[in-house]
């Protein structure tokens, strides 16, 4: 088996301690990787986050209170990052915000606008501050998206369009690096149990899916499956890949159909 070491490797995960992106620290941190998670206050337990990361090993994450829809706080961050290292070699683009949408009377052009600062904005801005401060872009950046620009969910409009934006600068983003040997990606994850998901759809909505839909445990994400994900392409195995969106799902969005429906309710 491949041994994937990313020692001497500096990582700047958006929203790093919570969900996907505390995944994807895990991962690569136990990859030996330092790692840089910023946070909103009052969303992190460093002293936790800090023994767990001690329990295998890993280099002590530094922790940076944040707001990624505020540029003074990205200079801030990036100030901060200066005091413990030359540059960042990998940036995964994490953080979401959305504000729910039930029905058009919802839509509010302040809400829409804030949700593309939060969702779509930072991976441009990051990543061309990073170089601003230090002179080089990372090797690796990856934006997180969601199967929500191809999938209905209700309340999901503006989660939706961010994310859709977020793939559309992830593409033009790879062209522009391309020339400083940049990998720009985007991984789509299909459904996985986060707190935020659980916010916009209930615990019912999951219930729902295993009694009436047929769906199993093994066909949703876990965020480990995500943290892995994340790790495999900031590994350098799959270097060969560079402007591409990715959907990283256990292939439900294809099995999910009326077919599945009817086999459910037939109990085959």
């Known amino acids: 088996m491949v041994q994937i070491d990313l020692s001497g490797k500096n990582v700047l995960i958006t929203g790093g ?3 996907i992106g505390y995944a994807a620290a895990r991962n690569l941190g136990m990859a030996g990787a330092r790692l840089f998670l910023t946070f909103k206050w009052g969303s992190a337990d460093e002293d936790e986050i800090r023994r767990d990361f001690a329990s295998f090993g890993a280099p002590e994450p530094v922790f940076i209170q944040a707001d990624v829809s505020v540029s003074e706080d990205t200079n801030a961050v990036m100030d901060e990052i200066a005091a413990h290292a030359e540059g960042i ?8 915000f959305a504000s729910k949408t ?18 779509s904005w930072p991976i441009i801005e990051y990543t061309r501050t990073i170089e601003e401060k230090f002179g080089r872009y990372p090797e690796y950046v990856l934006g997180i998206s969601s199967d929500g620009p191809d999938h209905y969910y209700r309340g999901y409009d503006f989660v939706a369009a961010s994310k859709a934006l977020l793939e559309f600068f992830g593409e033009y983003l790879s062209a522009h690096l391309a020339p400083a040997g940049s990998k720009v990606n985007i991984i789509r994850f299909g459904m996985v149990r986060t707190e935020s998901f659980q916010l916009i759809f209930g615990d019912e909505f999951f219930e729902y899916l295993k009694k009436e839909e047929g769906v199993t445990d093994d066909m949703l994400l876990t965020p480990e499956d995500c943290g892995r994900a994340v790790l495999a392409f900031c590994s350098g195995l799959l270097s060969g890949v560079n402007g591409q969106i990715i959907n990283v799902d256990h292939g439900l969005p294809f099995r999910d159909n009326t077919m599945m ?3 459910a309710q037939k109990g085959d």
């Open 17 to 19: 301690t919570k969900g």
């Open 89 to 96: 070699d990998i940036f995964i683009s994490n953080v979401g």
């Open 102 to 119: 039930d029905t058009l009377a919802d839509y509010k052009k302040r809400s829409f606008f804030k949700t593309l600062e939060y969702s």
């Open 261 to 263: 429906r009817y086999i």
